[in-house]
Every structure is written in structure tokens, then in C-alpha cells.
């Protein structure tokens, strides 16, 4: 039986070009009544990561960030059955994924019944410490050690590649959700081609879109879109604001957008869109994790439009299970053009500067 | 019979002080089948008036003012029966009020079905012009000649004072139906103690609001507010804007309030609300009929806070309707409180004068 | 120029086997400001003229029937240009069809803003009586003239075969908006394979369900379904219910489905899905057009499981554009499947007795 | 200290009249950590008591009943500051009343996050057995002892005998909101004057009905009912089903609420209501906790209405919450109506007798 893993540690916080992981060797815990153990089969690498690495969004350190994994049960703890979040059985062989865990006590998750907006959310991937038991809660390591009572996805028949997908495609089905839904035939707009607006175009095109608008970049970024099956790609780099405005409005006989989904974190990106949403049209703010400052709006197109405008916030275990019929049908054509390249542990530092410059939508690392 | 009218005609823009109102005799048209021709009891003074007087609100003049009408029928055209918009017969010596006319053929009338944002809407006092046929297209004046078709309400037991006040009133139930209602027990805060903030309150109050917050004043103002049953009144004169903000935090818990209704028309009022609402809280901008510009307000916010925020255009005639539940409640003390001080037609300058001054919530006007 | 028009004429009313259609030639009235004057090229079979036939549905005779039509415009009365519902010019040479027409001025379309609920409404094929002006209202039928003011769609970007399926599908469109559409991943249930239930399938197949399974039949029919993508299909003549009701359970890990489209027409489907749908789950009635009597249900059970049930009468405007959505992305090879037999005007009564015996589809007539 | 208390004791099931409660003596367990000793104050008797004495509802036995309680802070165990549900603290000599507690781990709790259908929810007052630790689980006591994390809220701000109330007050808050609220101004037809549905008469009027109508029973509550303001109150055992649809239709010009509430447990009702719902109009049964068999009901009703029907299920913390806001406000007046009469835990055959024999609202018990 193995007693150690590898893990790549983040000890220091420095830019990927600066290497900022190490590759160590950590003693893996007993197992606990209810803990799991688990062989790293594929972790993805977040935009989010990167932002840790410069300081943007605060972790404490030492820490082992993946948050986008995927593993294969090694070991439970204990002899009792676990079953994952859905009430299937959790068996020693098995392909599984875990989600951030809400408290179930706070006023959000009781009262608002909103766990999405849980006040002591337990993340893995840089939000456990990893400078104590039970260590191992990233996913950038060979192995990982899940906490009894970690909120476990069995996800024997879906694709690795698809399930790393799933962290970015969660919001987005949280954002459709706030949203109000996608009517049958509406026009959406998805403002931004990451990883998370990728998804967003993908979840528009399969829950009932009758058009699907993107405005991205950069050009080969947008091809990809396009080959994805977007209606039309705007692209950012290309075409300024107020002709991106037109565009969008002469494909929509004048009237604008039925749903916009925002997914840029970029501020300006809001003023643009609510030029571009119709009259008692939708708007959701999905990109803006991080607080890029403020943008002049105008109350009174808000009031004259009645346009709806809201937020979403990270994502339930509903929406990620929700994400799971997405995640099936993507065919492996899609999954090779959407999750590359792949790099091994030991190439950590190289992941994380190809997330960085954007080269790919979603870079993923494999023990 | 009578033969002509006397009308408060407004041939040239100018302000209240400058007396803009000339008393001019109209000849009253002969009626068709299914105009109505009455004598008019009440005009309410709108905000709007003024704003109209000082240019900021176009329309085409001459033109006859006064929207916020209770008349008596004298006569109806032809022999057909006649209805209200709820069905109720229209006869001769009956009260009734009348409301904006939508063209029921536009794009937002049939396929977005919301009358409020009709294309090519028909209002009464300001956007009829008074150079053409029927001429008597205003409240301020003695006699009023409705167009047939017109969206006429038989208001008999509802007090003429109670009356005038349900054109700020269905702006406010129709914000709370944009805002999702108002939850039982939810807390509530009116931005605004004019007259369309006045009515957000009273609807709030019984809605079944939990607690309601208002923002306004001046001093004189928020007494009312209070004595008309607000929980707490602060006065935006008095207390600066972090500091209301920190009131309103301490009178939820710290949580924020439920739904926040904007009454201002005052951009910094939207960003100053956004701190007052709760986590998935409700926003409803009611205040900016006119445009005043833009405002800085962060995305982030939104996003983290997954508050809603919609507006709300006008009403349609269900609001209208919806609003005759708190009409009829108010008791003439409450309307002695809120319907004041009543101008002759003669006086129509000095009413709008005091309207401009902002000394009582609705100044009204009796030929 | 054609100065008199071919049609199906129904004088009496008796089953399909007794040929009830007469072929008559009809003078075509001149035409006034705005009507229009269309020459047949499709028009649907629909089980509700099978069921004026058998008396079920009361229309005045004689009659014209046909109801779901594409015709192409051979002339536009009077000089103004003419605009469909969505705003788009419609010209000499278009292929349109029409919608039923709702009076916009009742309780229902004013108040209530649901013009399916209209309580005058206008439509073609069977409502609007074929022995007084214009006499040519049905599409069964060579030419046809449409009053001034008619809903009209112009649809020169779909296939004709797939507009005559739209007027089955709209339905389908409201039934799911009216039951808060289909949530991303939703398990939908569709009892029926008829031609609304196809609609229904083919629709939540394309508006984001996570699996869809059909209760129906016969064998053949669901073999149809289940090539155009439904998950699971349950045969009722094969299978009974409770056995039926086990495998949606079994289908949805013990829970039940999220949806249930009921498109049978026959009470005891209800109580039956009432059984299928999971707590808090939604169940919307969309098959009884007719009243087909009642069905013991348990108000314990709703109350339990809090299902919201709901209905869906006819469709408005607005869901036949949305459905346009579907109908541009039927394949040829789909329509194929869906569309046929297609019979020529001469033989009416055999298309007629095709419908009554449901061997397909939907079965069409062309000129 | 105190260390036995006196309790109510159920040990075999038989009627009220058959006395089956007997007082009896039990030890008082000392406090865990986080755990609540407290003084009963008031208990209400509930109509599932009395469907408990007859076998109804099934608990096990040996029980102590009581699940409207209000208590006051004796100890708390441990050293820890200790909350109630809304983060307010708790301490000894507070007023407190306390909730069934939900697993917050079940399918309902987490993916379906509705609270109220928890698949092992704990309720004090006969679903806890009293033959183990803690054995002080009900309200028919002296004393009661409440385990750690028990949903616990404190309402020193609510007369004890508001609070009783709340039990049955929070089931016509879940049902209200399930049924999209009462929009201002609507017309509410509630079905029953029992406890439950008294509680939805005074929440309607208190929560913006325009105009609120009651249908239940005998006279004497009907005399009650008119006095806490009521529009109408319809006797069912003086005016037969088909005349009580009329007044309804009557008082609604012909077209039927907007909102029905049912609190009969009636299967008929349900038919009759369906017969008194407007169009669109919206129905929730809330009184079918126990199944009292099917009725006959016609889905071309709900498919020609367009019904939404729904159920509400027991209530979630968070309609308790919101129900305070109508405790706080019942006047001593009302209380007194309500809230009677009062019995000593000597007593308790004879409180029980008296809730069996609907003599009044509310009876109640003090130690």
C-alpha cells in the first residue's frame, strides 16, 4: 500500500513564469470512519488558480490548489457504505468528483436555503490548509484525502476531460437558473470566451437557445466557438463597443436580447450589455468572482428597458448534477479541443503559465 | 347643455412662477358613439406637470395638463352600452377615472404581453394634443371629452381624493409585481417620500411588509411617513449616506433588506440601495421616468450578493385595478394628510407652484 | 387572374368513411385594405377536425376546415405595405401562415394578459363560418382569403411541412412555459405520441431535458420516437400502468420525474402521472382540449408531494415564434418521418380517415 | 434545582373522553453540551393530537404530545454561547419556542433545498420517543429538555400565546408562498375555519387580499371569523356546495378567485374549489396531511382554466420567521378569541377532549 503522495506544494506566492510549485512528498494520513482515498486521475487548472498565485484571490500557505478533479477511489475509510451526493454507492474503484462543501447551519443555507452562498464553505484546492490533517486537499498531487462526509459525485460514465469541465459549467448553470432560465427561442448573448463563458455558449446552445450570440476573443478563440456551434462571434479585439452593440441589436430585429450571460469579470462588459438586452429582457453577472471596481450605469435604461439583472454565485450540488447531462454528451472531437494540453505533475509551473496566457480553454494535469 | 369649457391651456413652456396657465373657453364637440363627455371633480398635480413646464418631459403644445382625473359622466355618445375595463356598466351621473390607452397591436402589447411598454401608447393631460379634435384632452379643466374606447374605470365608491392618488399608486404595484411581490414579513425600503415613495409605503405597509424602512424628506415629510405607520423614516438631509446605510444594516440584523423600492429618480440612490440589500435580495427602480444620468455601481456587488434588480415603466390598466384595494382604505383622515391643499382652476398657476415646492404629497385642482 | 377558388366543403357533419367533403368552387371576393389572398400549399390534418366531424368540437356549418396552413401570397389588398406579428414586411410571392386571432380588447387579453384565454377569438379552418364574407377561410381548400388585420408569420425560411406541425408544437411551447419551463437536466415525462406529444417530445429534447421518456403507442409510434431521440418509450398497450409507473421510478433513482407533459386527452393519465412525477416536481395537463370527464385524483398526494399542476390552453403569438426555433432545425429526413401521407385536395375524405385511424404523424393536403 | 419533572404521559391510545393521558413523574437528565432545559409556559393542542388518540397518526409509544410550545430558559449545557435559527443568543430566562429539526442531509435538504420535506426530520411532541434520553420531548409537561442544535427561537417579543399560533400559522405561510404569493389586491377564497385555516384568513388580510372569503364552520366560528375581517363567511352547513360556488362567482363578477387556500382535509372541497378559481387563477391544498381518499376531479377543468394547483407540506424555519410578523401583531383582543380556553396539565384529558370537539381555535395548556 502507498504511504506517501506526491504533491506539487505552493509554498511562496509568485507568478507561474517563477515556478511557484515544488514537488513534494507528504505522508498520507489513516484513514478515518468515512474518509476516502483517492489516485488523482485528472485535475483541471482554473483561471482562478492563477489569480491565487498573484494575490488576488487570498489563500493561506502552504497549499496544494486543484480544484477541478477527478480521482479514483483508492481506499474508504471504515466500513460503513458511503454514497455520494446523489445516494449512489461509493465503491472502492470508482471514478468520482467532489464539490465545495456548504455548512448546512448557516443563516444561507438554512433560512435563504441558498448553499451557494454558504458562510463557511469548505473548499479543496487552496481553501483547506494543507499544513495540517489530513494534508492532501488539492488536486494537484497523486493522491488526494477526502474529509468524511465531503460531498462525492460518482462519475464512472462521464469522461475525465468533461468532468473538470464541470466547475466552470456549474455557474453557469447556476446563472441560467437565476436568470430565470432560458425561454424556448431565446437569443442569448454570452459575453466572454473562457473557460466559463465556453461553457456558457455550450449550456445556451443545448437548454433551448434560439440563437446564440458570443462576444469574445481572440480570433481563434472564437473559431472554436463558432465550430462549437455559436450562432455568431463577435470578436472584443476586433470590433469596438458600440459596433458590437449594433451588431447584436440588427440580430435581433432591433430589439436586443432576450438573456445576456456575463462572464468577463470586466466591468465595462455590464454597460455594454445592457444596451444589448431587450425590453423586460435578463441579464446575469456570472464573471465578476473577483471585484474589478465599478462602471458607470445608467438607472434609467434599467428602469425604461425593466430589464432583470442579477447574479450568480459560485454554484450548488444541484447545478453541478444538473451540469452532468451537459458533461455526457460531449463527444470526444469537443473534449480534444476543450481540454488540452495535458500536462504531467512534474510540469505543474508549465500548466499553470498555459492557463495564464489563455492559449487553450481548459489546461488539466494528470499524476 | 353646455356648449364650451373652460381649460387651463398651456401655450408656451415656462415655469410655475412665470403663470404659464392661461383660462381659455373651449367649444365642446359634439360627441360619437361611444365618447363620454364629464365634468370634472378632481385633478391630482404630478410631479411630471412640472417637469413638463420646465422642458425636461416633451410634449407638443398648446395643451392641456392634469392626468390624474375623477370626472362625473354628463353624457355618452350614441345609445350603445357602455363599460369600464372591468366589464361595469358607464352610465351618466356616474364617477369615474380614466388611464393611459395602449395600442394592443405592438410588438411589447401582443408578443411581450406588457401593455406598460406599449410602442404607441395614448395618454390623456400632456401627450393628446389640444389643437385637434376633441380639444378637452386634459383634467385641468371643467369638462373632459374621452375618446371612445378609452380605458375608462367607474369609481363611484372610491373617494375623488383616493382617486387622484392611483396614478402614482399603480406605478408602485406594478413595481412590487416586477420586484416578485413582497414576501410576508419581508423588510422594505422606499427610497423616495414624494408622492410615488408615499404610495410605496402605504402598499408596503399593507402588503404584508414585515418592516418598512423609508429614505426621504424633508423632516415635515418623514412625520407623515411615520404617522402613516413606517417603522423607521430617515432623513436623507439629516444622515449622510454611509450612515443610513448603517442603520438600515443595524434594523436587519446586519443582513440588509429584503426588497428595496427606488422612488428618487436620483442615480446615487441606486448605488446607495445596493448596499442596503440582502444577500438575494430584490431591487425595484421605479424613480427614473427621466433620464439623470449614469452612476458608478460594481458589478461585484451584484454578482457576490446575487441581488436582482429590475425596473418598473409606467403600470397597465390590472395595476390600476390592483391598486383600488388600498384606495379604498384610506380613510379621509389619511387622505385630509396626504390630498392637499385643494386650487380652483382659476388658481391653476399657484398649484403648481406649490407642487414645484414640493410642500404636500398630492396638491389637487377643482374646477 | 383566378376569380374562383377549389375548397373541401363541409355541409354535414358525419365520420370520415362517409365522406362528409364535398368539393365546391367558391367566387373569391374582392379584396379590401389589407387582406390577403393566398394560394394553399399545405395544410395540416389535425385530430380536431376528426373530432368536429364526430360532432365532439360544435362549429357552424357549412365550413371550410383546416387549420394549420401554409399558403403563398397571391395578393395584398389596398396599397399601405403589411407587416406579420413579428414586424416583417410581407409582400406578394411570401409563404406565410396565421395564427388564430385574439380580440385584444376582453377581460383576458387586457387584465389578464393571455390572449390564449381570449374570450373572442378568431380562427380559421372550422371557427369563422365559410357562408358569409370571405367565405374562403379554411385551408382545405384552393385558395384563401384573409380579413384584414389577420395574425400572419411569414415563413419563407421553413420548410411548409414543418409550419404545418408548428400549430401542435405552440401548444407544447406554452405547456412548458406555463410549467416553468424545462429546468437544465430536468427529467421529463411526455404521456402521449400523438402529434402534440411528438411536439412535446421533440421539444424537450431540444430545451435542455436530461432524459425524456414517452408513454404511448403503438409499437410503431415509438419506434419513431425513439429515433428521433427519446430516451425511453413505454408502451400502453404492452405495459400497464402500475408497471409503467415503476419504470419511471425506476428511471429516476426512486424519485420520480421532474416534468410531466400530459398530451393524452384521457383522465386517467393523470392519476397515473401524478404517480410518476417527483416531490416538488410539475405536471402540466396540455391534452384535454375536450372534456373528456373526471379521474379520482388525491388531494393528499399533491399536498405531499407538492406537485404543481397546471394547464395549457391553445398558445398565443408568442409561443408559435418560439417554436419557429424547432421547426427551422427538423431535418428533411425528420420531416420526412413526421409529414405524410400527403394527400391532394380531390382526396380530402381518405386524408381525413388516415387522421381518424392516426396511422402517422401528421397527415397534410396539398392543393 | 428541580430534578424531576411531571408530564403527561401517553402510554396507550384511546379517545379523549377515555382519558388517556396520565401524569407521572420523570427524571430530569443532566445537560449536555448545547443542550436546553426549559419551563414549559404554554402548550397548544393541535388537531393531530387528537387524530394521534385515534390511531390516525402514527408515533410510538410510550409519548409526551405537545408541539406548540412555548418554554422559558431554565439552563444550558455546556459553557458555549448558544443561538437560536436567526443568530440571536440564547439565555436562561428567555422566552423560547422551538422547531422540527431538519437533517439538512437528505436529498430534500440538500439538492431539492426544501427543508420542509426532509426525509428525517425530528419533531419534539410524539415523534421523539419519550422512553430514552432525553425522555422530556414533548410540551404536555412540566418541564422540557431540548437536545444540541435543536432549531430553537427566542420570542420575548411575542405573547406566549401568539406564539402557539405560529404552528399553524407557518403551514399558511409555506402555503402562500408556494402558491406565488398573494399579488396585492387579490381576491382569496380559504377553504376551512379550523386552526389552520383561521391562520390563513388573518395572513390573506394581513398580506395585501383585497378582499378575503371563507368557507367552513359552524356559525359561531363564522361569527369570529366576520369579526377578525373577513369579507364574506360562507356556512357549509347552511349553504350546499353549488350555491357556495355562486356566491363566490357573485362576489367576483363572474369570474372566480385568484387564490384558493384549503385547510379542510376534505377530498370534495378540492372539487368545489376548482369550481370557484378564476382563470389562471392559483390553488394550494394544505389541509390533506393525512389521506383522506381520492375525489373526482376533471382535467379539462385545469387544462381550460389554466389552474396552477399546488400542495404545502408543514412549513421550513424560515416561514415561522416570517410568520412572527403577524404574531407580533394579534392584539390582546384577538389573542383572547383565539387562544382558548386554558387548561392546567392536571387537566390535559379534558384539553383534549375540548380540541376534539372544536369548540374553539386554540385550547391550550399551562403547567
Known amino acids: ?43 483541471g487548472v482554473c483561471g482562478t488558480d492563477v489569480h491565487i498565485l498573484h494575490g488576488k484571490v487570498p489563500i493561506k500557505l502552504p497549499a496544494i490548489l486543484g480544484h477541478e478533479n477527478v480521482c479514483q477511489v483508492v481506499e474508504i475509510g471504515g466500513s460503513k457504505p458511503l454514497a455520494d451526493i446523489t445516494g449512489q454507492p461509493v465503491q472502492v474503484g470508482d471514478l468520482i468528483t467532489w464539490l465545495p462543501k456548504s455548512c448546512m447551519q448557516c443563516y444561507s443555507c438554512t433560512i435563504l436555503k441558498d448553499q451557494s452562498k454558504c458562510e463557511r464553505r469548505i473548499g479543496y484546492g487552496g481553501w483547506l490548509p494543507a499544513w495540517q490533517h489530513p494534508y492532501l ?32 459549467l456549474r455557474v453557469m448553470v447556476h446563472a441560467v437558473e437565476n436568470v430565470g432560465g432560458i425561454c424556448y427561442g431565446d437569443t442569448v448573448v454570452v459575453q466572454g470566451s473562457g473557460a466559463v463563458g465556453m461553457m456558457g455558449i455550450l449550456l445556451a446552445l443545448d437548454a433551448g437557445a434560439g440563437q446564440v450570440i458570443v462576444t469574445g476573443g481572440p480570433a481563434a478563440r472564437l473559431d472554436l466557438v463558432r465550430e462549437l456551434g455559436a450562432d455568431v462571434a463577435i470578436d472584443i479585439f476586433g470590433v469596438r463597443a458600440p459596433e458590437r452593440i449594433a451588431q447584436v441589436l440588427e440580430l435581433t430585429h432591433g ?113
Chains 1, 2, 3, 4 share one sequence.
Open 1 to 43: 500500500m502507498t504511504t506517501t503522495s506526491r504533491v506539487a506544494m505552493l509554498r511562496e506566492l509568485r507568478p507561474p513564469a517563477e515556478r511557484p510549485f515544488v514537488l513534494e512528498e507528504v505522508a498520507i494520513p489513516p484513514l478515518t470512519e468515512g474518509a476516502v482515498l483517492g489516485r488523482m486521475v485528472l485535475a
Open 137 to 168: 486537499v488539492g488536486g494537484f498531487a497523486e493522491y488526494v484525502w477526502l474529509l468524511p462526509g465531503s460531498d462525492i459525485v460518482v462519475v464512472n460514465d462521464v469522461a475525465p476531460e468533461a468532468v473538470v469541465l464541470g466547475d466552470a
Open 255 to 367: 430589439r436586443g436580447a432576450d438573456v445576456i450571460i456575463e462572464a468577463t469579470g470586466v466591468p465595462t462588459a455590464v454597460a455594454e450589455g445592457l444596451e444589448m438586452v431587450r425590453i423586460n429582457g435578463r441579464y446575469v453577472i456570472a464573471g465578476h468572482y473577483g471585484d474589478a471596481g465599478t462602471v458607470p450605469l445608467n438607472p434609467h435604461l434599467i428602469n425604461r428597458k425593466q430589464v432583470t439583472i442579477t447574479g450568480a454565485w459560485s454554484a450548488d450540488n444541484s447545478h453541478f448534477l444538473r451540469g452532468l447531462t451537459l458533461l455526457r454528451k460531449l463527444s470526444r472531437e469537443t473534449l480534444d479541443k476543450l481540454v488540452r494540453p495535458r500536462f504531467s505533475l512534474t510540469d505543474i509551473n508549465a500548466a499553470l503559465l498555459a492557463t495564464e496566457r489563455q492559449e487553450t480553454v481548459k489546461v488539466v494535469v494528470a499524476p
